[in-house]
């Protein structure tokens, strides 16, 4: 019983090992591969589309009644910097305690916003996160609300609509700004902006039909991008296309899938949200929730390639002299968890936080990082927040390890009785189950007892990597030291002595930082607290697994790295505790010495 549970201890974690290197190394990797050929094929697509110019905005296919228009610039971006992108259109200036930049007049479209609180590195002088760009570059990304209808209806606000701002030309917290335009049959839109202290604009649209006929008309919403994000993950979270609504709830559509797929049309809705979202930023349109409304994802290649998850919403009559108010709500910034889950609770808005993506063991995610960020406020650093998170979490299971522990102790001391019990029943395989059973029994001793302590971790271990890897709050999060950003990897290298020799470690060599060594030093103690198997294969599998572990975590966030070092020492200390409290002879000394040993030889 005893080598059959060794047996399938080892298959297990040689399957964890593989599976983990699969995952981890090998799929990002051919992911990564495929990246680059489709940018080197984008290129190409450039290079020959560079001799033309930027479209004037709205010249592409005409849209049909009550469809919505053709988005911006369906040709090839013009080769202009960000600056005279901006300067070729009339403008509304948006600064906010959280957001910087403007509201293009053509279109009245969201299409230039910096993130004040967020830079590319954790260099506090690196440039600001853009999160949305002007159709005319390249990496075009804006948020466009309009209005589509039967041609009764007159010019409605669209793509290339000059909006006219009535007063105030600055957008803030405590300033609104107001936008008119009146078309060809006297219909005119007031549309009233405002924006919140974070990320949240909200857009008031009053219609009101001064013709002498009816008109009808349909409200649009779009989230559009030119340019997928090279450095998108591939597996851990989801980035690309998103929206609740309908009775399908959450849609989650990588830029893959839409390209494949071309367009994704879930049923109408009444509620929700759509948009496209990164790891850490996000743009989304809630609508209006006064008019049933047609959600779509969408891939178009039309001459310029573009993603977008836009909503039509179903026909408002106005008859002369009537007016409507629909009101909009535009999301714009940081995926934050409290800001997400307040704007959830006060604008009612359904699954809001689904934005973030914890994953499918959200029940053991969510509650991990609101431990770790309520540890965080006490304690001013998160590196402090995990470290306290793992003593907690020890403490949690302490119950259940310790009885591990103790059978694992309780089986040390019968390994006499183990080892005559083979040697009685060598020949006859079922008789020394038997035995081994009945000996089991009589010792009460579960022989399966000292897995648990590992299989409790792994469900942790993964929530703490989801929470590291998907919080923005764990970005560029320091710690003491040389860890400036406990959601990257240790920056440090084994191959320059970790920085005290004066050269950067070569490329070509695998990554192994301090932590990394600290880790696998502490797995391998932990390891040589049992006796090693009888089995050779066993016994290999038992001595390079920390050297595995090592090298594979080495290029995971330095806050996992950190977390799985504390928990093996707290582990070593608390089967040491046990141990010699049941009178069991700690094996970890004799494992050391033993290595440096000369093996006797078979003959021997």
């Not at 059959?4 to 040689?14: Q, V």
């Not at 090839?76 to 959280?98: C, I, K, N």
């Not at 930049?101 to 053509?106: Q, V």
């Not at 019990?421 to 006859?428: L, M, P, Q, T, V």
Request: proline letters at 7%; hydrophobic letters at 40%.
């Amino acid at each position: 019983m005893e080598k059959n549970r060794n047996f399938f201890i080892t298959i297990a974690l040689s399957v964890l090992i593989l599976t983990l290197w699969q995952v981890f190394y090998m799929n990002p990797r051919i992911e990564k591969q495929r990246e680059t050929a489709q940018i080197e094929a984008a290129r190409d697509q450039d290079k020959k589309a560079a001799e033309g110019t930027a479209p004037a905005a709205g010249t592409g296919t005409p849209a049909q009644p009550g469809a919505i228009p053709n988005a911006p610039g369906a040709g090839a971006a013009a080769t202009l910097t960000r600056e005279q992108a901006l300067a070729q259109t009339g403008r509304v200036t948006v600064d906010t305690p959280s957001l910087q930049g403007s509201i293009n007049l053509t279109g009245a479209r969201l299409d230039d916003l910096k993130l004040k609180h967020y830079r590319e590195t954790i260099d506090p002088n690196s440039p600001e996160i853009e999160l949305l760009n002007p159709y005319t570059l390249k990496d075009g990304y804006f948020a466009e609300i309009g209005f589509s209808g039967t041609p009764e209806a007159g010019t409605l606000p669209g793509p290339d609509t000059v909006w006219t701002v009535d007063g105030n030309a600055k957008l803030t917290p405590t300033t609104p700004v107001m936008l008119t335009y009146t078309n060809d049959k006297g219909v005119t839109f007031k549309r009233t902006i405002s924006v919140d202290q974070e990320y949240m604009f909200t857009v008031d649209d009053t219609v009101s039909n001064g013709g002498s006929a009816p008109v009808s008309l349909a409200n649009y919403g779009r989230v559009t991008r030119y340019e997928k994000p090279d450095d998108r993950s591939t597996y851990v979270l989801h980035e690309g296309l998103i929206g609740v609504t309908g009775s399908e709830g959450l849609q989650e559509i990588k830029y893959a899938a839409i390209e494949k797929d071309k367009q994704v049309t879930p049923g109408k809705s009444t509620d929700g949200w759509l948009g496209i979202t990164d790891k850490y930023w996000a743009v989304t349109l809630v609508p209006s929730t006064k008019q049933p409304f047609q959600p779509r994802f969408g891939f178009f290649d039309d001459g310029r390639t573009r993603y977008q998850s836009d909503y039509l919403s179903d026909q408002i009559a106005l008859a002369p002299g009537q007016s409507a108010t629909l009101q909009t709500l535009v999301f714009a910034g940081a995926k934050e968890v409290s800001t997400v889950n307040t704007y959830e609770k006060d604008r009612h808005i359904r699954q809001f936080d689904l934005l973030i993506d914890w994953g499918w063991f959200y029940f053991i995610t969510k509650p991990m990082f609101w431990l770790i960020d309520t540890l965080y406020k006490f304690f001013g650093n998160f590196g402090l927040a995990i470290i306290a998170t793992t003593v907690l979490v020890k403490a949690v299971f302490f119950p259940l390890a310790n009885k591990s522990y103790k059978s694992m102790a309780n089986m040390k001391k019968v390994q006499p009785k183990m080892v005559e019990i083979r040697e009685k029943y060598a020949d006859d395989k079922m008789a020394q189950q038997k035995a081994m059973m009945e000996l089991y029994k009589t010792e009460k001793i579960n022989p399966i007892a000292g897995c648990w302590p590992v299989a409790l971790q792994i469900p942790v271990f993964f929530a703490l990597y989801k929470v590291l890897y998907i919080t923005i709050e764990m970005r560029h999060a320091p710690f003491f030291g040389w860890i400036h950003d406990l959601a990257a990897p240790d920056p440090t290298s084994i191959f320059n002595l970790f920085g005290l020799l004066p050269f950067a470690a070569p490329a070509f060599l695998p990554h192994l930082g301090v932590w990394a060594v600290v880790m696998g030093i502490t797995m391998f103690l932990q390891m040589r607290m049992n006796p090693a198997p009888p089995d050779p294969t066993q016994a290999m599998i038992f001595t390079w697994m920390p050297v595995v572990f090592t090298f594979m975590m080495a290029g995971f966030p330095a806050g996992l790295v950190i977390y799985w070092a504390w928990n093996n020492t707290l582990s070593i200390i608390q089967q040491g505790v046990i141990m010699k409290r049941q009178g069991v002879k700690i094996e970890l000394w004799d494992n050391l010495a033993g290595m440096f040993k000369k093996k006797p030889s078979p003959a021997e």
